[in-house]
């Protein structure tokens, strides 16, 4: 009897183990995929596997036929120059489209068992996003636009559960999300980017509205820090940033972090000042574009808002970035940082521009028009709690 039992645990032990290696041995899409930096002719996606992979994506006109009616065109991570990259993060831009246009795209994996340099490389089966359950769309940016619906976030750190009751009406809603800083409090881990609201991001809209992404002071701070731009997309490649809509000139800016560079919290590795100056010979030139002199609308995100008497960070975006916009001209400057919805007093800011605040755990919409921006702040519940206009001076 005990040799009975002692043979069948162990066939049981070798099922286990086949079962476990079976398992390991399927490659799956764990987090997205989602776009950003959608411009008129290309967009980008983002999206994350269990194992080292090649990621790509397969594009089709939005229109009758069925996916599989032909051979689509196929787009891998140009990262690699020249070398299709092998990893669990997928960024893939997809380029040459067509302005104002909508195109079917379909997040493609081929996990990695084993590679031997020249010899060989191992795959597993290939795997892709349902095209039922999970048909992903995105539509280029259009040339112009009358009315532009932007929804804005901020400080959320990590408090996912929250994110997704502010955003479970999103899908199809916006013209982009803006991700307003302090997403979380530390980028302890790669992992956290997708876990702590990115994943959640894109199942409730990203997968077809683009995400616009402002560091805050937090996103410099943790181990993995840098890594955050595996999960990002921007004009350019830096942090800051900027965007037409049609006659609509939106600024994404970076204010580095909100503590002096020699505190010793700033743990001798932060120098975001230089950074900030950078940033201000940057926005020299963006003041003196004929796209921003020609704009109908202007506005600026920040993650901390200008205060000339505040912290150092605040005062840093008052010096460098600030200023200059306010002597150019700037309808509205969207901030979060304080945890609380605020609209500055221009003694606070030293700017004549008008600067708001969104809350932390807020999700504030705006709608954007030659004439006004209106804003409308909404809590967990969906309950809209205020509901604000701009007037846009500039005719
Ligand atoms: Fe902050």
Redesign the pocket.
Known sequence: MKRIITLLSLVFLVLGIAGARDKDSYVKITAGPYVTNVTGTSFTVIFTTNMDAVGWVEIAPDDDTHFYNVERETWYDKRGLGRKPIGKTHKITVSGLEPGTTYRYRAMTKGVLEQEHRKSIVYTEGYGTDLKKHPCKVTTRKENYDKLCFSMVN?VHSADSVFRKLYADARNKYDFVCFN??MLSSVDSEAMIMSDYMKSAAKLFADRTPIHYVR???EYRGNDALKLYDYIDTPGGKTYYSFTYGDFFFLFLDGGE?KCMSDVRNLDIMITEDYVKEEAEWLQQQIQSPEFKNAAVRIAFC??PPQPKGWYGNATVHKYLAQPLDKAGLDLMLC??IHKFKQFKDEDTGVSFPVVCNANLERMDVTVTKNEIRLEVFNPDGSKIRNLAFPVKRQ
């Open positions: 400080d800083g302090d805050g002071n937090h909100d993650h901390m979060g940082h």
